[in-house]
């Protein structure tokens, strides 16, 4: 646990969804060096573009998905795809796992952080300390959203903010699961 203090954009759902959607899908096709995101629900198709176009532009992308994506209908066709495109990036596939006093339950975290390393980036774009000026800057994204085409009309709330320590916490506990998931579960993980 720790704590932080932030300027964050907030989105209520239903009524801020397709502005969220917008913000989100804004933020997934930026330009930034390094992508993170975790989640449960992962359907979305022009997210999975966005992710595309940044892997083949060069950027490392990080995704770490519920053991539910490698087994669903509508979810392991496009997810199976997008690991078999990556050329800069990893797909693990994980449940609760490491940590964990049930560890086959599901993997719910939603939540992404963005790197940008150059001074491209909007500093204040999504709550950026106003006094900072350097490179890098870790957007975030968390929430109670999945990332699908029916969660932006459903009760949910996100939120976008700027903030190094949260972003650095998200990215070291990714790590870690990911680096549990590729040990502990094969069965999951898509070759």
């Known amino acids: 646990m720790f704590e932080v203090t932030v300027r964050e954009r907030d989105y209520m759902l239903p009524e801020d969804g397709q502005l ?8 997934l096709n930026g330009g930034y060096d390094e992508l ?9 198709r022009p997210m999975f573009d966005a992710i595309k176009a940044a892997d083949a532009r060069g950027v490392k992308v990080h995704l ?6 490698s087994q669903g209908r509508a979810e392991l066709p496009l997810v199976k795809d997008l690991a078999a495109s990556l050329k800069n990036g990893d ?7 490491l940590g964990s006093g049930k560890p086959s339950n599901i993997w719910h975290w ?4 963005a790197k940008f390393n150059d001074g491209n980036a909007d500093l204040h774009r999504f709550g950026s300390d106003p006094g900072r000026t350097q490179p890098p800057v870790y ?8 990332f699908s085409a029916g969660a932006w ?3 949910n709330s996100a939120r976008i903010f700027a903030n190094d320590e949260w972003a650095l916490a998200f990215i070291e506990q990714q790590q870690r699961h990911i680096a549990w998931a590729v040990e502990n579960e094969p069965q999951y993980q898509l070759k």
């Open 20 to 27: 969220c959607k917008t913000e989100f899908l804004n933020l």
């Open 36 to 44: 993170w995101i975790s989640a449960y629900g992962f359907t979305l």
């Open 64 to 69: 770490l998905l519920d053991h539910s994506q």
């Open 91 to 97: 797909l693990t596939i994980t449940t609760a796992g």
């Open 110 to 113: 939603k939540g992404l952080v």
């Open 139 to 146: 957007f975030c994204w968390e929430g109670s959203t999945n």
């Open 153 to 155: 009309d459903q009760g």
